[in-house]
């Protein structure tokens, strides 16, 4: 059973537009969401997270929408670049867990044409 | 800081032969780490759950045997692909969790770089 959906699972944008990227989960024991960006041939990397206390974290481009109550968060880039081209995976976790299991989306393939 | 590294980068065996994939932490240490595996354009799918001085956890249809996992002290786990096969070939990522208070940010999972294993 995934735990986490990801939508869409490929999206085209062009240079400048926005980029967004929606994810959604069940367990409502999950309290950090964290997304991460790869490179072909390389390890995710964290790009920015947020916890369900707020309902928006913006770094940079980058935006995250939380709906708690919808269970739904949501990545926005802004003014999208083709260096933004990447795969995008959405995570939930129970951060104070003993082990703290990352439960990943199944990526998102973002094209940025110039 | 938050630096992972992994050792190969990449590996070309034979099918038949083992092979060993290290996973360090760099400039902190780690109590869990994390095995992952990943097929061209899909989601990481976790393997194994290592933690210091411990038995590794094991995902459900993962072998025990054939990936043997040692997490031998708070910056170092390997991961020992036994009698590697062709299916065996993928992407092969670690991770490694940061307890609090060491300057970088708390309960974190840092990825390394990947490991590409292709078994002939």
């Known amino acids: 059973q995934q735990q986490v959906k990801q939508s869409p699972q490929s999206l085209i944008v062009q240079k400048g537009g926005i980029s967004i990227i929606n994810c959604a989960y069940e367990n409502t024991a999950f309290d950090y969401f964290p997304w991460y960006q790869q490179f072909p041939g390389k390890g995710p990397a964290l790009l920015i997270a947020?916890?369900?206390?707020?309902s928006e974290k913006k770094e940079g481009r980058f935006t995250i929408s939380f709906n708690k109550s919808a269970k739904q968060f949501s990545l926005h880039i802004m003014d999208s670049q083709p260096g933004d081209s990447a795969t995008y995976f959405c995570a939930a976790s129970i951060r104070g867990s003993t082990l703290g299991r990352l439960y990943f989306g199944r990526g998102t393939q973002l094209t940025v044409w110039p | 800081g938050a630096v992972v590294s992994q050792h190969p980068s990449w590996v070309i065996c034979k099918s038949g032969t083992s092979v060993k994939i290290e996973c360090r932490s760099l400039d902190f240490q780690a109590t869990t780490m994390f095995w992952y595996r990943q097929f061209p354009k899909q989601s990481l799918m976790l393997m194994a759950t290592?933690?210091?001085?411990?038995?590794?956890?094991?995902e459900q249809g993962v072998e025990k045997d054939k990936f043997l996992i040692n997490h031998a002290s708070l910056t170092l786990s390997t991961l020992t692909v036994t009698s590697a096969h062709p299916e065996d070939s993928s992407f092969y990522i670690c991770?490694?969790?940061?307890?609090?208070?060491?300057?970088?940010?708390?309960?974190?999972?840092?990825f390394g770089p990947g490991t590409r294993l292709t078994v002939t």
């Open positions: 290592s933690n210091e001085g411990s038995k590794a956890t094991y």
């Open positions: 947020i916890r369900p206390d707020v």
């Open positions: 991770s490694a969790r940061a307890y609090k208070g060491q300057g970088v940010l708390d309960y974190e999972q840092y």
